[in-house]
């Protein structure tokens, strides 16, 4: 699991177009903006939703991580809060450009599904069917790219090893 969050914090830095061909397509974005005499930071979130914790962190890049916190997954209702709780200091302020999710499952990662962005089935009480990538992107405001955890490493290996 120590690679995937590694992976992850590297991989935050995309924000996803929702036909899953596209996946994968880095969008770049200004990390700071002035908007009059103010230089505002600008942010992606990083989230490493595990069955036995999560982990979430604001950066630009692998070794850019501004914040991070780390917490036991709990009911939906109490973990999910938790995350909202970390990113929103930084939404309200506009500071938050995109979160990346890397999560267990199974999840539907079908992006013309009524049900993209949820966990399906799942032994974790309480999770089957919760919408991940609704209550985020809802809660914050951001866009959000979700994908399973071991996609979400793969991709980050990709896209920060230079031979690749």
């Given at each position: 699991?120590?690679?995937?969050?590694?992976?992850?914090?590297?991989?935050?830095?995309?924000?996803?177009?929702?036909?899953?061909?596209?996946?994968?397509?880095v969008?770049?974005v200004?990390?700071?903006?002035?908007a009059?005499?103010?230089?505002?930071?600008?942010?992606?979130?990083?989230?490493?939703?595990?069955?036995?914790?999560?982990?979430?962190?604001?950066?630009?890049?692998?070794?850019?991580?501004?914040?991070?916190?780390?917490?036991?997954?709990?009911?939906?209702?109490?973990?999910?809060?938790?995350?909202?709780?970390?990113?929103?200091?930084y939404?309200?302020?506009?500071?938050?450009?995109?979160v990346?999710?890397?999560?267990?499952?199974?999840?539907?990662?079908?992006?013309?599904?009524?049900?993209?962005?949820?966990?399906?089935?799942?032994?974790?009480?309480?999770?089957?069917?919760?919408?991940?990538?609704?209550e985020?992107?809802?809660?914050?405001?951001?866009?959000?790219?979700?994908?399973?955890d071991?996609?979400?490493?793969?991709?980050?290996?990709?896209?920060?090893?230079e031979?690749?």
């Open positions: 699991m120590s690679s995937i969050l590694f992976d992850f914090k590297d991989i935050c830095k995309e924000v996803v177009d929702l036909d899953p061909l596209y996946r994968y397509n969008i770049e200004e990390t700071s903006l002035t009059g005499e103010v230089k505002m930071n600008r942010f992606y979130g990083g989230i490493e939703a595990g069955g036995t914790k999560f982990v979430c962190m604001m950066g630009n890049g692998p070794e850019e991580i501004q914040a991070e916190i780390r917490f036991p997954t709990t009911p939906p209702g109490q973990t999910l809060q938790q995350v909202l709780d970390f990113f929103r200091p939404s309200s302020r506009g500071e938050l450009v995109a990346g999710v890397g999560a267990f499952g199974p999840l539907d990662i079908s992006a013309g599904s009524p049900t993209y962005g949820s966990i399906t089935t799942t032994p974790k009480p309480g999770w089957a069917q919760v919408d991940l990538h609704g985020i992107s809802q809660g914050l405001g951001v866009p959000v790219s979700l994908d399973t071991v996609n979400a490493a793969a991709a980050g290996e990709y896209y920060w090893i031979e690749n």
